[in-house]
């Protein structure tokens, strides 16, 4: 009988270090470009808000990242094929990813933007005005999610696998307006490169919980570390410091 406890107090063990797997190397699943959350310089290297601040939460949890460039139409099924690890791309946290994937705490939220040429005029607030208009979204977003609820009716949606893509057409006049995270608009189309040929329309507003990081649902010991160092930044000051670089707001939950 002592055998036999001693056996299963050891396959207990082995089955908790299995549970408990201690993490050294980490992929990170990322859609790039993102500006300003994630970005190519003209050197081809990775930057933006994310991509600092997954570097700087990899760099106290003693991991070795390496960043997996993904489409958004694919980052999910390629977190849970086993492509990366984790999802570090401004996820927003809905219930219906919820049923997929498990999630970090969030660690940003910004407030959702339409966008249009200049001298284009629309009163956002009143649904009724949306009517005969070509409207872009990234797919699988927020915002996806928002203009197929609310505006497929009676507007043409056109979903793009890129914010690149989709501020293409609209620069190409093969749009009437995109919705987007403000910070994507702002950076990209609000820029003195483009001399007023854009601007926001309405007020920003916000959709979702926050974002958070996406992972697999087994990997909880992964998410509490991911909290834990989250919750570190937020509190001595580096938060902001990244924050600095890329907004001229907050955008820290």
Known sequence: MKKLASVIATSLLLSSAVVAK???????????PYKPFEY??????????????????????NWNCTWVVQSWDGIIPGL??????????????TEERKKQVLF???????????????????DVTDKAAFKKLRIGVQRGTVQDTHVTDNYARDNTIKRYNTSGDLLLDLEGGRLDMVLLDFPVGDTTLLIP?????????????????GMGVALRKRDKSLAATFNKVLAEIKSDGTYETIQAKYFSYSIKM
């Open 22 to 32: 201690e993490w050294t190397d980490v992929r990170l699943g990322v859609d790039s």
């Open 40 to 61: 190519k310089t003209p050197e081809g290297e990775l930057t933006g808000f994310e991509i600092d601040l997954g570097n700087e939460v990899c760099k106290r949890a």
């Open 80 to 93: 849970l094929s086993r492509k990366y690890d984790a999802i570090f791309s401004s996820m927003s946290i």
């Open 104 to 122: 970090s705490e969030p660690y940003y939220n910004t407030p959702s933007g339409w966008f249009a040429a200049a001298d284009f005029k629309l």
């Open 193 to 209: 490169e483009k001399k007023g040929a854009y601007a926001a329309v309405g007020d920003t507003f916000q959709l979702g919980n």
